[in-house]
């Protein structure tokens, strides 16, 4: 880093004696960093940054360890997860075939298999998790706490809203997004909040009405976006493929090929309909984050996409969600319009199998193309989709790992990948919440959400990153969590 010839103000916080992890385009480090007024001053050497060490500056010795731009898992159900944790659904429900809340399809998609519709701990059955007020906030404050305690600083809500104000769970009701405004006003969350609303059931059908009716009524001011901010909305458009719910070309053992989970009176009108929500959220400014994993079904919301920006100069980041059976054309598409997709290794990891059981093992290799989709240009988040699985990036990235397979030669290309997997989770999110010109790296004057972990992670194999402690997390240059006592002065 350069120096500057008049001495900068000084600092708040300096972290010093360590790796600094910048993540920026030229993938710079340092040795230390300096916070100021919650945004980072500099990141450089011990001594360029001691320059900024005044009498009221607290000073933390890295002692040798990492620190990296705070983890945005940007597919994360926080409330579900607060309401639920220790359990996780696979955790939980083992490897019994469960969509999300488990009641996927409703009336509109063909028949589960018998081990979903058994599975006794599916959620959706038993008395809802959560119920009043207090339950609400609890849950959210329950995950903010783990979430910090694992270098978490940013998240997105995957669908909250009126869809699921009978929802089985309570966890996705419009009055959890009364709850997250509350707690923000009263200064009590811990990690910055994107949410996508909800007009259709979670994991199940909605109709072209309630979604452009929901769009055209939605209250978007927050009083602080950079903290709680409605990025846009969550559509359903198909099911999973061990339920033979994601609309394919392949055909699964029964013969069908699944089909869109939107309303519509057959294949054609399900199309149109889910390429007009998406063409109206775009009209009207918002994000469309679609849950897609049939080829088909990225297809129709590409085309979709296609047409909405045809006429629009807006960059609303659109993106797909799960993206299982994405192709390489769709994924050269999703390049060209500036669309992300959201991928959650974990899950490629724990379910190839029931996926290659319903279309077969090469149909399964080329899922989740995750190294094909970068190749592409295609911005890759990678995410947990907590409570399914546990919300830990490091475990994340190993699994990220394990379904890449061995890098392609040596220790430079293991570090390579190591980065691109770290941007996974801070860099790419950062773009899909719009939000790339403030968070996402460690440069000056980007917001210091940061985390440090006890081992510098570009040396350590993918496979041993989940035994890395996170030792601490700064949001907005404010502890949120502290695993140890740190050396301070
Ligand atoms: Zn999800």
């Known amino acids: 880093m350069q120096r500057r010839d008049t001495p900068?103000?000084?600092?708040?916080?300096?972290?010093?004696?360590?790796?600094?992890?910048?993540?920026?385009?030229?993938?710079?480090?340092?040795?230390?960093?300096?916070?100021?007024?919650?945004?980072?001053?500099?990141v450089g050497s011990d001594a360029e940054v001691t320059a900024s060490i005044g009498r009221r500056t607290r000073v933390i010795e890295l002692d040798g360890r990492a620190v990296i731009p705070g983890i945005n898992d940007s597919h994360l159900h926080a409330t579900w997860l607060g309401a639920m944790w220790p359990e996780t659904v696979f955790g939980a429900a083992g490897a019994a075939v469960s969509g999300s809340t488990g009641d996927a399809g409703g009336d509109s998609a063909p028949a589960a298999p018998e081990s979903a519709d058994s599975d006794p701990h599916d959620t959706s059955r038993s008395a809802p998790l959560v119920t009043t007020r207090a339950e609400r906030r609890a849950a959210i404050l329950r995950a903010g706490e783990l979430i910090a305690s694992l270098g978490i600083t940013s998240y997105t809500e995957p669908g909250i809203g009126p869809?699921?104000?009978?929802?089985?769970?309570?966890?996705?009701?419009?009055?959890?997004?009364?709850?997250?405004?509350?707690?923000?006003?009263?200064?009590?969350?811990?990690?910055?909040?994107?949410?996508?609303?909800?007009?259709?059931?979670?994991?199940g059908p909605s109709t072209l009405h309630e979604v452009t009716a929901g769009l055209r009524s939605l209250e978007r001011e927050t009083t602080r976006p950079a903290w709680l901010r409605v990025a846009g909305v969550k559509l359903f458009a198909d099911g999973i493929p061990p339920m033979h719910q994601a609309w394919t070309r392949h055909r699964y053992p029964d013969g069908t090929s699944g089909g869109l989970l939107v309303a519509g009176l057959d294949a054609d009108e399900r199309a149109d309909n889910l390429r007009r929500m998406i063409l109206e959220a775009n009209r009207l400014g918002y994000q469309v984050g679609i849950h897609a994993t049939?080829?088909?079904?990225?297809?129709?919301?590409?085309?979709?996409?296609?047409?909405?920006?045809?006429?629009?100069?807006?960059?609303?980041?659109?993106?797909?969600?799960h993206g299982d059976l994405v192709t390489p054309g769709a994924l050269s598409r999703m390049a060209a319009l500036g669309m992300g997709l959201n991928v959650q290794p974990g899950i490629a990891v724990a379910t190839a199998s029931w996926l290659a059981a319903v279309l077969g093992d090469e149909v399964a290799a080329s899922a989740w193309p995750i190294a094909a989709a970068t190749r592409a240009g295609v911005s890759v988040s990678l995410s947990s989709d907590a409570p399914i699985l546990a919300p830990d990036w490091r475990q994340g990235i190993a699994d990220a790992a394990a379904w890449l397979g061995a890098p392609a030669s040596g220790h430079e290309a293991e570090?390579?990948?190591?980065?691109?997997?770290?941007?996974?989770?801070?860099?790419?999110?950062?773009?899909?919440d719009g939000a790339d010109p403030w968070k996402g790296t460690l440069e000056p004057r980007k917001v210091a959400d940061f985390c440090v972990l006890e081992t510098d992670p570009l040396h350590v194999p993918a496979a041993e990153l989940p035994a890395v402690g996170v030792d601490l997390t700064v949001v907005d240059g404010e502890l949120v969590y502290e695993r140890l006592p740190t050396y301070s002065r």
Do not use: K, W
């Open 8 to 42: 900068d103000p000084s600092a708040d916080l300096v972290l010093r004696g360590g790796t600094v992890h910048t993540l920026d385009e030229d993938d710079t480090t340092g040795t230390a960093i300096a916070i100021r007024h919650g945004r980072v001053l500099r």
């Open 163 to 203: 869809g699921e104000d009978a929802g089985a769970t309570g966890c996705f009701a419009q009055d959890v997004f009364d709850a997250y405004v509350e707690l923000e006003a009263e200064r009590l969350l811990t990690a910055r909040v994107n949410v996508l609303a909800l007009f259709g059931v979670l994991d």
């Open 294 to 321: 049939g080829d088909r079904t990225i297809d129709t919301a590409v085309s979709a996409v296609e047409d909405a920006m045809r006429d629009s100069r807006m960059e609303l980041r659109h993106y797909i969600i």
């Open 415 to 432: 570090v390579d990948r190591m980065r691109a997997m770290l941007r996974g989770y801070t860099v790419a999110p950062a773009r899909q």
